[in-house]
């Protein structure tokens, strides 16, 4: 062990820097582990993969390694409220305790920093008074705030309009030629993130610079040595996102839009501007309207020449007339561009949307696979690689072949110029299902990566319960919703609410919903909250309040997003339950194309590529339920396929070693303890 790893080694002793800053801290081996994996890393220059259980500590574990090499280090996460976490509350806590005098920085995509060209554009626009009235509170925080993040604004609905009206896109961000260019949020955090030794980021902005021309993060890379991507588990999906391509009905209609208003105000009569404009916008909402399809909302199938549903000849005849519409704007900005900055940006944006538009026209390139993205108010034509694996190899980590393993020259990034960052580390709660965690590391390329897996040092056996009920309907079954919300109501109301309920469907989510609230007699003082019926912020901080204040305890239904990153320690929740295993959707294209892929190579769809999602889902989803060393809880999965089908053995060893509730006395029994013995709350760093 080298000096600084000892050093490493030393800061989680028990009299070590972090136990003398923090009063409570717990000596964790593998907390310890972990950091010490991280720092041989750092020193060898390394790819290294770590699955970190809850409980383990994983942000002090490569926090202090990276802070105490000396490197600069680029941080990385799935969420925002992660980045803000880590950025205001555990970076600032490790380095204190190092007593290191580092720079840090925030930076984030513009879609979260206010932009004073659109604010005062849209105040002096804005017709309605509630709208004017909700721009001049946005007004009022803008003259004061440092950052134009706004995460500032705790009240601003993220269903809420104001943010589009008050941010910009790379599309309609008037750059130098702004009038508040120099005083520009987004510019001053790159500028900010440029200037400091540790900077903070999201996973999107890791793959957008590989999308578009605008760059964020690769002016940092030549002189970065440690990239530390926590949630790495939200890595693939959210780089397939940005690595393929995308063109919806809105992003066109929007352009039409600011082509008839930049056109009259800035070239009236060198083009027909509002005859250019109103064509493109009818040919946008073709791609709503056009026969076939039925305007539910979902991903449709797109494997031939036209999406599942469409007719082949009518929707080439709807495409041929786009690509003329973009065409003949694209033209009369090439003739009008020199009169105005402005006009020069929006043929930029028409050539980007021609060539998008190309595209989609052509059959999808190599592996791609394509689909529609259909909403109550849009539709997307999206098309994406299978996985990252090849792009986040060559083109963030630099390294040209799948056998290598530290980051060599010359890559394609070091071709351009830059130099790449010696040392990778990726970790989250859940990687995998298996010793190699070949779920996380395959998609993403990683194979020959360290794989490491530190466990959770919970006692699970003695604070978790698992309970699968036998007397249900099938999960394929219509009224299983319904049964479940019936069965459920009486477990909740002995509770006190103290529930999260996860579903698998919206369709499933509204039924027990409306099903809990039948059940629920009002003297019971127990809320139901829904997901979507209110804001997620305002959702997750009432079910924090459990009953304190005077207010009742609540059951939150939610799907989708709360099945991770939702965090309750202690008594208020201490149900989770599932309605059903959680495979992904079987009309899903993308899904399906992996799952053919699968086949391609010899394997089964199902054991390789179905049953390792549902594995890492559902370990995502029981791990809501504790959350400290001194939870405790119960474990429901309304899904009798996890006891008697082959494949959930697998799936129970995916889960948290509980101990199992084999029949409804025993369940009863459970409910009985967690209502009469009080928990305390114990969340050490």
Not at 423 to 448: K, M, V, Y
Not at 449 to 464: E, G, I, K
Not at 666 to 679: G, I, K, S, V, Y
Request: charged content about 20%.
């Amino acid at each position: 062990m080298s000096e600084w790893e000892q050093e490493v080694a030393d800061a989680f002793s028990e009299v070590g820097v972090l136990a003398q800053a923090h009063t409570g801290f717990l000596l964790r081996a593998g907390q310890t582990e972990m950091a010490l994996a991280v720092a041989s890393a750092i020193s060898q220059g390394r790819a290294l993969v770590v699955e970190a259980g809850t409980g383990v500590g994983k942000t002090y574990a490569y926090l202090v390694p990276a802070l105490l090499s000396g490197e600069r280090v680029l941080l990385s996460t799935a969420t925002k409220a992660l980045q803000d976490q880590l950025y205001g509350r555990d970076l600032p806590r490790v380095l204190q305790a190092l007593g290191l005098p580092k720079r840090t920085a925030l930076l984030k995509g513009r879609s979260s920093y206010l932009c004073w060209h659109r604010l005062v554009s849209a105040r002096q626009q804005a017709m309605d008074n509630a709208l004017a009235c909700s721009l001049g509170e946005v007004e009022q925080w803008a003259q004061a705030t440092q950052t134009g993040d706004l995460v500032e604004l705790p009240h601003l609905d993220e269903r809420s309009s104001i943010a589009t009206l008050v941010t910009s896109t790379r599309d309609n961000c008037l750059g130098a030629a702004c009038a508040y260019a120099r005083d520009c949020h987004v510019n001053l955090a790159r500028r900010n993130a440029l200037a400091a030794d540790v900077v903070v980021v999201n996973h999107h902005l890791l793959f957008a610079d590989m999308a578009v021309r605008e760059s964020d993060i690769a002016p940092l890379l030549p002189s970065v040595r440690v990239v530390v991507v926590d949630e790495a588990h939200q890595l693939n999906d959210i780089g397939v996102q940005f690595l393929g391509a995308q063109l919806g009905s809105a992003r066109l209609q929007d352009f039409a839009r600011e082509l008839l208003a930049t056109g009259r105000q800035s070239a009236l009569g060198l083009a027909d501007w509002h005859a250019l404009a109103a064509a493109l916008d009818t040919a946008a909402r073709s791609l709503r309207t056009l026969p076939g399809g039925d305007g539910a909302a979902g991903r449709r199938a797109w494997e031939g020449g036209a999406p599942q549903g469409y007719e082949a000849r009518a929707w080439t005849e709807m495409f041929d007339s786009l690509l003329l519409q973009l065409e003949g704007i694209s033209a009369a900005l090439t003739h009008a561009s020199a009169y105005a900055p402005e006009l020069d940006r929006l043929l930029e944006r028409a050539e980007d949307l021609l060539a998008l538009a190309r595209r989609f026209a052509a059959p999808a390139a190599g592996e791609h696979v394509r689909w529609l993205e259909v909403s109550a108010s849009e539709l997307r034509l999206m098309e994406s690689p299978h996985d990252v694996a090849q792009a986040l190899r060559s083109r963030l980590m630099g390294l040209p072949d799948p056998e290598a393993e530290a980051v060599p020259a010359p890559a394609p990034a070091v071709q351009e110029g830059l130099s790449v960052p010696r040392t990778w580390i990726f970790t989250s709660a859940t990687l995998g299902d298996d010793e190699r965690l070949s779920w996380f590391t395959e998609p993403c390329g990683l194979q020959n990566a360290r794989v490491l897996r530190v466990a959770s040092p919970f006692d699970y056996a003695a604070q978790a319960a698992l309970y699968v009920p036998q007397h249900l309907p099938a999960p394929g079954d219509e009224a299983h919703s319904s049964a479940l919300a019936v069965w459920l109501a009486p477990a909740v109301q002995r509770l006190g609410g103290r529930t999260l309920v996860l579903t698998t469907s919206l369709r499933a989510l509204r039924a027990i919903g409306a099903g809990l609230r039948e059940g629920l007699p009002a003297q019971a003082g127990v809320e139901v909250l829904v997901q979507g019926e209110s804001p997620k912020r305002w959702l997750m901080e009432r079910f924090r309040s459990g009953s304190s204040r005077g207010q009742g305890g609540c059951v939150l239904v939610a799907s989708a997003s709360f099945w991770e990153g939702f965090d309750v320690p202690g008594d208020t929740l201490q149900l989770v339950v599932i309605d059903k295993l959680p495979f992904p959707p079987p009309g899903d294209p993308l899904a399906r194309a992996r799952g053919q892929r699968m086949e391609a190579l010899g394997r089964s769809a199902f054991a390789h590529y179905a049953v390792p999602e549902a594995a890492v889902a559902l370990k995502q989803g029981a791990g809501r339920l504790i959350r400290s060393e001194t939870d405790r809880g119960i474990l429901v999965v309304c899904d009798r396929r996890l006891t008697d089908r082959g494949y959930g053995k697998r799936l129970l060893r995916a889960l948290p070693p509980m101990r199992r509730l084999l029949d409804a006395q025993a369940f009863d029994e459970a409910l009985a303890e967690l209502t009469t013995t009080p928990t305390t709350v114990s969340t050490p760093p």
